[in-house]
């Protein structure tokens, strides 16, 4: 059974900064990736930015230098720090895990925290 806790958010003025956290209960040999998406009202969720297994990220052009995901391998938690915010990163966040269906497996799933929600003020 897979869980995502997630936690930070809140409300910030431009130009400042944001802390995301999301940890992950489930088996660990399954993990592929954790991440952070996002969705803005009237847009589709898009993704923020995302670490794999092995230790690359992927980062959304537009939070590139301003964005930056890391890792706590010992309690398999993602962090998200937001820095540099701007009006137009406000959305709901949700932490995603992508998670092998069985260790040999090709296929995974994708699981979704609830939501937490950024508000960047001008």
């Known amino acids: 059974q897979v869980q995502l806790e997630e936690s930070g958010g809140g409300l910030v003025q431009a130009g400042g900064s944001l802390r995301l956290s999301c940890s992950y209960s489930?088996?660990?040999?399954?993990?592929?990736?954790m991440g952070w998406f996002r969705q803005a009202p009237g847009k589709q969720r898009e993704l923020v930015a995302r670490i794999f297994s092995g230790g690359n990220t992927d980062y959304a052009d537009s939070v590139k230098g301003r964005f930056t995901i890391s890792r706590d391998n010992a309690k398999v938690t993602v962090y998200l720090q937001m820095n540099s915010l701007k009006p137009e990163d406000t959305a709901v966040y949700y932490c995603?895990?992508?998670?092998?269906?069985?260790?040999?497996?090709?296929?995974?799933?994708?699981?979704w925290g609830q939501g937490t929600q950024v508000t960047v003020s001008s």
């Open positions: 489930g088996r660990i040999s399954r993990l592929i990736a």
């Open positions: 995603n895990a992508r998670v092998k269906i069985a260790d040999q497996s090709p296929y995974a799933n994708d699981y």
